[in-house]
């Protein structure tokens, strides 16, 4: 069965540094989120993305992020310059189409900034 | 503002009895529900989606039900195993292609 598929599985880096996470959407989907998870609280969303730009985004999704579908097959987070509270798992998400809105999840990354 | 809201204390039942699990929200009106499970450290796997026109839906040992008027889903997991223990979350969204509002998660225990 296909899946979403995220690199790496755990990145640690210093505040202050930049940080790209990757992601495989499934094939045929057109959809592509960010969310990400603070440990212990609520998964909270990011950004929505396509047809190559974002469709919405929360308040969380300040100048520092950045997305990005490079090639045909990934899609990329960014974290500018990395500060502490950015600690959490990011799990990217992709839904087929409109009409089904069943977003399939990654296993996430765990982002640990020191 | 817009609040979903999760019994935030474990549930913890026998196995073989029927968890059911809670999902109330104020401020919003959601074109579709879903939910998910979420085990220690993973990604939350796909359960079941109710759209707002629809009553109860069933997969297996699943139903949802979805209430407007109430503002409320019910899960039910039916025959429950210990293999079901996870925290089960509550996602609503208003339109397809649009962003899920998660609520915080119910840990759901049963024991053998």
């Known amino acids: 069965e296909p899946e979403v598929t995220q690199t790496p599985s755990h990145q640690v880096t210093q505040m202050g540094q930049e940080v790209i996470l990757r992601c495989v959407p499934i094939?045929?989907?057109?959809?592509f989120y960010w969310y990400r998870q603070i440990l212990g609280q609520k998964v909270e969303f990011l950004v929505s993305?396509?047809?190559?730009?974002?469709?919405?985004k929360s308040e969380i999704f300040d100048d520092q992020f950045s997305v990005e579908r490079p090639d045909g097959s990934n899609f990329t987070l960014k974290i500018r310059s990395t500060k502490l509270e950015d600690s959490a798992m990011y799990f990217c998400?992709?839904?087929?189409?409109?009409?089904?809105?069943?977003?399939?999840f990654g296993p996430g990354t765990r982002l640990t900034v020191l | 503002s817009q609040k979903i809201e999760q019994n935030s204390e474990a549930l913890n039942i026998q196995e073989g009895k029927t968890a059911t699990l809670t999902c109330n929200y104020t401020?919003?009106?959601?074109?579709?529900l879903q939910w998910y499970r979420q085990d220690p450290g993973r990604g939350p796997v796909f359960l079941l989606l109710i759209r707002e026109n629809e009553k109860e839906k069933r997969k297996e040992r699943l139903k949802v039900t979805f209430d407007t008027t109430l503002k409320q889903s019910l899960f039910h997991i039916t025959a429950s195993q210990p293999a079901d223990s996870a925290t089960y979350l509550c996602a609503l969204s208003n339109n397809a292609g649009n962003m899920l509002t998660f609520g915080g998660g119910t840990r759901l225990m049963v024991k053998p």
């Open positions: 998400a992709s839904s087929e189409n409109r009409d089904t809105d069943t977003q399939y």
């Open positions: 993305f396509y047809n190559n730009e974002i469709s919405e």
């Open positions: 094939s045929n989907h057109l959809y």
């Open positions: 401020n919003y009106s959601p074109a579709y």
